[in-house]
């Protein structure tokens, strides 16, 4: 199956986006009377996959046309490009009972079904726009409670797999690239701050991965006790504080360092350029300082968005969990080399 699928968060055109690559807001919800996936038999999640089918044809215009892509229809190549294109988990592209993806065009509103919790709904955005992610997934659950009976307690609110997403459900998230923090020895510290005010910090692609290529997600820790608008609230606040940190970063370095980051992008784009395999943690790591160098206004005809495209489907996304890796890894790096190299054929690095 060819996947038609053109990621609308890469655009970078959104908000802070020489910082912010994007925002995303996730609901999680269970069917009531219905086992969680994790321990429901196949029949139980072919059932529930069947009733979050009819309850989205039943949404009303808003969720029309979206799609729908069983896992077990769909090749490694298009389960990994998912991932890469953060419209799905690895756990969830793997290919199982009753496992689907419901998403509109640009991925923009994706519905994980049968993952962790009967539903994972998401919307992500360009930039950093928390408020507009959560108004439209919220949008979605609206129209899906329509039909569909969510297992509610009174008590302790929406009643999930994880105690982490008891209550509201929300998980509101941005993925920022932090590489002037990195190269001028402040990201640790100013991440620490993070966790200080209850914001957890991932990498790249979520929970158990690392910084890869200077990329960091920053999201509420819990959900229970806090209304929608005041988690939405605290993760731009503390966005917004890592932007100006990042910012700042970035500016000592063009007055005090200008000349060592042009040499730094200019080696890696070289490597790059020569390489005729490149690894995926040694591919992000490399593009690193050539994106920001192009922030910086140190390399020309590098844009957001270009940067945001190469992180899509060349399989990046196989990092997050070696063991699953099926294809051939020799094979894998040297088809991500040669593309790589395309799309940095215009960038040229200032030298002095």
Not at 167 to 180: C, D, E, F, K, V
Not at 302 to 319: D, H, K, P, T, V
Request: contains cysteine.
């Amino acid at each position: 199956m060819k996947l038609d699928l053109q990621p609308g968060w890469a655009s970078g055109e959104g908000p802070e986006a020489d910082v912010v690559v994007s925002t995303r807001a996730r609901l999680a919800r269970n069917l009531s009377g219905r086992v969680f996936p994790g321990r429901a038999t196949a029949e139980a999640l072919a059932e529930v996959a069947e009733l979050v089918r009819e309850g989205v044809e039943g949404a009303g215009k808003y969720l029309s046309g979206l799609k729908v892509l069983d896992m077990k229809d769909l090749g490694e190549a298009e389960r990994e490009y998912l991932v890469d294109a953060h419209v799905a988990s690895y756990e969830q592209v793997e290919p199982g009972d009753g496992r689907l993806i419901i998403l509109n065009s640009e991925g923009s509103i994706a519905i994980m079904v049968n993952e962790e919790d009967h539903l994972r709904i998401q919307a992500i955005v360009a930039g950093l726009q928390p408020a507009l992610a959560w108004e439209r997934v919220d949008r979605v659950d609206d129209c899906l409670a329509r039909s569909l009976r969510y297992d509610y307690s009174e008590r302790y609110g929406y009643l999930t797999a994880s105690l982490s997403n008891v209550g509201t459900g929300l998980r509101i998230s941005t993925m920022l690239h932090l590489a002037g923090l990195a190269a001028a020895g402040r990201v640790a510290r100013t991440l620490r701050a993070a966790f200080e005010l209850g914001i957890s910090v991932r990498g790249l692609f979520g929970e158990g991965t690392g910084g890869h290529g200077d990329f960091y997600q920053v999201s509420n820790e819990v959900t229970l006790g806090l209304p929608e608008r005041e988690i939405v609230h605290r993760v731009r606040g503390v966005a917004e504080y890592l932007i100006g940190e990042e910012r700042r970063s970035r500016e000592m370095l063009a007055e005090t360092r200008r000349r060592e980051c042009a040499e730094h992008a200019s080696g890696c784009l070289e490597k790059l350029r020569r390489a005729k395999s490149v690894g995926a943690v040694e591919a992000l790591a490399l593009l690193s300082p050539i994106r920001l160098a192009a922030s910086m206004g140190i390399a020309q005809g590098g844009s957001a968005r270009l940067f945001n495209e190469l992180l899509i489907g060349m399989g990046i996304g196989r990092l997050t969990s070696a063991k699953r890796v099926s294809w051939d890894a020799v094979k894998m790096e040297m088809t991500r080399a040669p593309k790589i190299r395309g799309r940095l054929a215009e960038l040229r690095v200032e030298s002095n």
